[in-house]
């Protein structure tokens, strides 16, 4: 009874024997209404029964979890995922922190072996390709060999930790995208451990881990700070949350994607409010979606806003795994635990959930989304009109079609073969810029090929992300598409930067199969590797010659992208307007070479003979696209690619790694560097205490992405990072990009809130900038921060709405912190961003209802004095504030601390998840 209190411990005959699991039908019997809770709710339940130990899990969690109402709770409840999945952006910080952990406790005397694992850890290197090479069938060997230039310190460190740590499995680099992997290799639906079977559940360092949703897995993404906690065996503390159903009915129309749908979505949701929330999709429309179109929806939680968008398992999600090589017995011990623990599809219609949205899937039309954010929807047949209203709105710039532009003879003249982008002096090029009403339009002559660059003008075409890629029918469609093209004479212009970024070798395999992977080269979507690359920034330069028009007469160019982030300044510094869609209309928008056309009823271009060919003309069928698919796609593919996915190629096997279980620093070392934050950690904790005279480090405004505020993409060598690598002998080309680097807090706290887009109301300049309140000098937020530090002043951040929002990026608290940041104050968190400051010590406090800086009358000036901090803190306690600058009244006012959980009190007055657990 003690580890039992529901006597819900049962046995089941499976297909691999006879197994211990946890009866949700034993919670229904005694008295709880299971069958009216999500199926995302009930297997949170599963998880809480089965790991209980009336200490970090008690019979009051269990429950509150089996009470659940449709208004939810302000209750936190535990989690403990099956597993944790890592990319190396942040899995290398992770490993960075628990080898520092392990360095530590050895310096207290411990066993370093006591740091370990507890779960098993999967960490696929997928972040670090980027497309320095592309149009061409050498592209993806020569980003190969760049990447492991690059990175082979930290592939040699991740190639030790695999060796060093239980539990820890590492997927080589140039294998696939880790949520696609996930989805169709490790992913198995229920787990059999130890005599027991279970739901496979895990958490993701990385915000698109609940992709894996799409085939019935609970899973989102924390910051690496909450997973090194997963990993070192602390349960994870949230609010049991609402959960909206989104009811689907119809099926989506011909000539409509699984993107169109996904876009709509994010816009519809968005609108909804889902925050913090779980989605659970169902309906009668959700029998007409496979596994891929269910992932690609679940991909895009973040975008939504919500933690989860869960898909319950049912005969589809059988049959995916049966196409993508899961063994027989596998598939049927799924099959045999959800229907004995209702988790099986059954009785949707009696679920009651916190609120209802409903989409009927023919009212779906194509669609893109931007031009920086990903639920900014716009219909295909719109987008003309709408890109000049963005162009004003956004960049002030009057519109005029390019019809009346008197440039339309440049387009296309010359040959269509595009410049390298590494071609030597380029001594071939000419530029003339043309001036019509105030816009300008630059013709480049290059090598006797003519072409215009104007407002609108696509720079980057990117079939890219495991949202799309995963999805064998748009990455068919869009070889079909550009199939049609190329048999009616089409090109692709040539000042775009195409690029094919699969993210698993499946995809290249049926491509192939099917012809398809010819055409899509033909087009220049040669593969330049199988990884994030456009969506995390990676895109690489653009050819300089168009980086040189572009820069130095500030065209507003765009990118189109089948991915699922286009937030300012990440996919490319110089691109400013980021446009989502589906792979067959990247391939679209690349043949007609500007965002400001109306595929609808204008032609994408001329064929040889001069005859005009229209969106219509080259867009393939529903009946094209499926037979393809069910002549080319086949479980041997997944068997043969993921049956080699340890392996690695050569460059991988050859890494020679040290053998010791305690990791050797180096102080040459610019990559890889003990984290600071817990050499000479005290025995126990000091008492929090009151921030008092705090001066405003910047002061924002709304929707403050962790992209601008973590260190991302590549930077300069006048930039506070770029000056300590400098200073440190490293030359500008091989600064490499933050992500790369994150393994090193001297590069890391240089850039956070570096962003070149962020606006700190602090400063004039727009970036890294804000001004040192006491002198009034402007200077980076590096330089300020270390200034304060001198003078022992703390620090704190003001900003708006939505504070957070955008990628699990644990930097953005870690930076925060190292800055001497002690509080940020916002109107509104995302759930990611503010667990990983408290994570990290820094605590988030925000206004009450109402109120904000503006309301208050705040400038940034003040000084503040946060109390009620010394005399004890509880969850979502009230504190009092006070604001005092010269000249000016005090202002006093209350926030509420959003320490939302008895745990996180705990963390906080430790300093951090890990200060507690290494205490622990």
């Known amino acids: 009874m003690t580890h039992d209190p529901f006597q819900s411990k049962k046995k089941l005959k499976t297909s691999q024997g006879t ?6 039908q034993a919670l229904e019997e005694a008295g709880f209404a299971i069958s009216k809770l999500p199926f995302s709710i009930r297997i949170l339940l599963e998880n809480a029964l089965r790991n209980f130990d009336d200490f970090g899990i008690t019979k009051e969690h269990i429950e509150t979890i089996a009470s659940w109402s449709p208004a939810a709770s302000d209750k936190d409840i535990p989690f403990k995922p099956a597993r944790v999945l890592m990319q190396d952006f942040t899995g290398v910080p992770a490993v960075v922190d628990i080898a520092s952990l392990r360095a530590e406790a050895v310096r207290k005397g411990k066993d370093p072996q006591q740091i370990n694992p507890l779960i098993p850890v999967d960490l696929v290197i997928d972040h670090s390709v980027q497309v320095d090479y592309f149009g061409t069938n050498y592209s993806y060997q020569r980003n190969v060999e760049v990447e492991y230039e690059r990175n082979g310190e930290r592939y040699q460190f991740l190639k030790w930790a695999q060796k060093a740590f239980d539990n820890f499995s590492v997927v080589p680099p140039g294998m696939g995208i880790c949520h696609q992997v996930n989805l169709e290799y490790l992913a198995q639906g229920v787990i059999s451990r130890e005599g027991n079977v279970f739901p496979d559940t895990l958490v993701g360092t990385d915000s698109h881990t609940p992709m894996v949703n799409g085939i019935g897995v609970v899973a989102w ?56 929330k779980f989605v659970e999709v169902f309906g009668p429309g959700l029998d007409t979606l496979s596994v891929p179109d269910r992932a690609t929806i679940s991909n895009m939680s973040p975008e939504f806003g919500c933690t989860v968008t869960y898909f319950p398992i049912d005969d589809r999600t059988l049959d995916y795994m049966e196409k993508t090589n899961r063994s027989k017995e596998q598939i049927q011990l799924v099959e045999d635990y959800c229907k004995s623990n209702m988790l099986w599809r059954v009785g949707e219609d009696q679920i009651q959930y916190s609120s209802l949205v409903e989409l009927d899937l023919g009212t779906v039309e194509p669609t893109v989304s931007g031009p920086k954010r990903p639920q900014d929807k716009i219909l295909v047949r719109e987008f003309k009109e709408k890109f000049g209203t963005l162009l004003h709105e956004f960049h002030g710039r009057e519109y005029i079609p390019i019809e009346q532009r008197d440039v339309g003879r440049w387009y296309g003249e010359g040959g269509s073969q595009p410049a390298e982008a590494n071609a030597g002096t380029m001594t071939n090029i000419e530029y003339e810029t043309k001036v019509k009403n105030g816009l300008k339009t630059v013709v480049i002559k290059l090598n006797n090929e003519k072409f215009a660059l104007h407002d609108g003008s696509i720079v980057i075409a990117a079939i890219t992300s495991c949202t799309n890629t995963s999805n064998p029918s748009v990455m068919i469609g869009a070889g079909l598409v550009a199939k049609k093209a190329r048999e009616r004479g089409l090109d692709v212009k ?14 290249t395999d049926y491509l192939e199969k099917s012809n398809l992977l010819d055409d899509l080269e033909a087009l220049r979507f040669h593969v330049v590797g199988y990884g994030c690359t456009s969506c995390i920034g990676n895109s690489g330069p653009l050819p300089r010659h168009i980086a040189k028009a572009v820069e130095e007469n500030d065209l507003v160019v765009s990118s189109v992208l089948s991915g699922n982030r286009n937030f300012e300044a990440r996919v490319h510094p110089q691109v400013k307007m980021n446009y989502l869609m589906s792979p067959m209309l990247v391939v679209a928008y690349a043949l007609a070479g500007r965002v400001d056309v109306d595929l609808i009823n204008e032609p994408l271009g001329y064929d040889p003979n001069l005859e005009p060919v229209f969106l219509k003309d080259i867009w393939p069928s529903n009946d094209e696209i499926f037979e393809v698919m069910s002549r080319v796609l086949s479980p041997t593919d997944f068997e043969k690619n993921y049956g080699e996915i340890f392996e690695g190629n050569d460059i991988w096997k050859q890494l020679e790694v040290p053998k010791d279980k305690i990791y050797q620093w180096s102080e040459e070392s610019t990559y890889i560097k003990e984290a600071p934050f817990f050499n000479g950690i005290s025995e126990e904790p000091e008492e929090p205490r009151d921030i008092l005279g705090a001066q405003v480090l910047l002061k924002l405004g709304d929707s403050i992405t962790t992209d601008h505020i973590s260190p991302a993409g590549s930077f ?48 004039k300049k727009e970036g890294g900038y804000t001004t040192h309140i006491p002198t009034k000098e402007e200077m980076s937020v590096f330089e300020a921060s270390q200034r304060y530090r001198e003078s022992g002043t703390s620090l704190i951040v003001l900003a708006g709405k939505e504070y957070g929002s955008g990628s699990s990026r644990d930097w953005a608290a870690k930076g925060t912190s190292l800055l001497g940041i002690k509080a940020v104050l916002a109107e509104s968190y995302e ?42 803190l509880s969850p979502l306690k009230k504190l009092q504030v006070k604001a005092e600058a ?7 006012f209350e926030v509420s601390c959003r320490l939302d959980s008895a745990i996180e009190v705990e963390y906080f007055k430790h300093g951090g998840i890990l200060h507690y657990v290494l205490r622990e």
């Open 886 to 892: 010269e000249g000016k009244d005090p202002v006093t």
């Open 221 to 276: 993404g924390v910051g690496g700070i909450e997973a090194e906690a997963a990993i070192l065996g602390q349960p994870i503390y949230f609010i049991l949350p609402e959960v909206v159903g989104l009811k689907l009915t119809g099926q989506l129309p011909l000539g409509t994607t699984a993107t169109d749908m996904v876009l709509t979505i994010t816009e519809l949701l968005r609108k909804h409010g889902v925050v913090g």
């Open 19 to 24: 197994l211990t699991y946890w009866s949700l």
């Open 494 to 507: 040539p000042w775009v930067k195409t690029s094919l970024a699969p993210g698993s070798k499946v995809v």
């Open 716 to 763: 300069s060598e006048v930039s506070p990072a770029g000056k300590y690598l400098i200073g440190r002998g490293v030359e500008k080309k091989d600064f490499n990009s933050y992500g790369s680097r994150r393994g090193n807090d001297e590069v890391m706290v240089r850039g956070t809130f570096a962003n070149v887009r962020i606006k700190n109301q602090l400063a």
């Open 831 to 872: 759930r990611i961003h503010r667990s990983n400051l408290v994570g990290m010590g820094v605590l988030p406090l925000q206004y009450l209802a109402g109120q904000n800086a503006e309301s208050l009358g705040l400038d940034g000036q003040e000084r503040f004095t946060i109390m009620g901090i010394s005399d004890g």
